[in-house]
């Protein structure tokens, strides 16, 4: 499993990024993926997680109405839009992938860093006021 995330940068405060993840060696129906952040002096907390299915989205509430979460089975990449972006936004995007038994279609329990199995590296995401 292969996971590459891109698409950082700086941006001002109330602007917009794009985020994607290359996904390699990854059965689409079998994981759950989800999106993280670390600010500085912090730990990886949890940003957003997409079901196996890809029909069910769950959100920190932080980002609620702000970031969307979405898949491209067919392309193999994760995205997460972010919108409205604050300084408080700023941190390094990491994605990840969870390994969820089939009886499991609900993100909510792919918001917690010890679930996942696979992270990508990072990409940075400063917002400037």
């Known amino acids: 499993v292969q996971l590459v995330e891109s698409g950082g940068g700086l941006v001002q405060a109330g602007g917009s990024l794009r985020l994607s993840c290359a996904v390699s060696?990854?059965?689409?129906?079998?994981?759950?993926m989800g999106w993280f952040r670390q600010a500085p002096g912090k730990g990886r907390a949890f940003v957003a997680a997409?079901?196996?299915?890809?029909?069910?989205?769950y959100y920190e509430d932080s980002v609620e109405g702000r970031f969307t979460i979405s898949r491209d089975v067919d392309r193999n990449m994760l995205y997460l839009q972010m919108d409205n972006l604050k300084p408080e936004d700023t941190a390094v995007y990491f994605c990840?992938?969870?390994?969820?038994?089939?009886?499991?279609?609900?993100?909510?329990?792919?918001?917690?860093?010890?679930?996942?199995?696979?992270w990508g590296q990072g990409t940075q995401v400063t917002v400037s006021p």
């Open positions: 990840g992938a969870d390994f969820v038994p089939p009886y499991i279609d609900d993100p909510y329990y792919s918001a917690s860093r010890e679930s996942y199995e696979y």
């Open positions: 060696g990854v059965t689409w129906s079998k994981f759950a």
């Open positions: 997409i079901s196996r299915s890809g029909f069910n989205t």
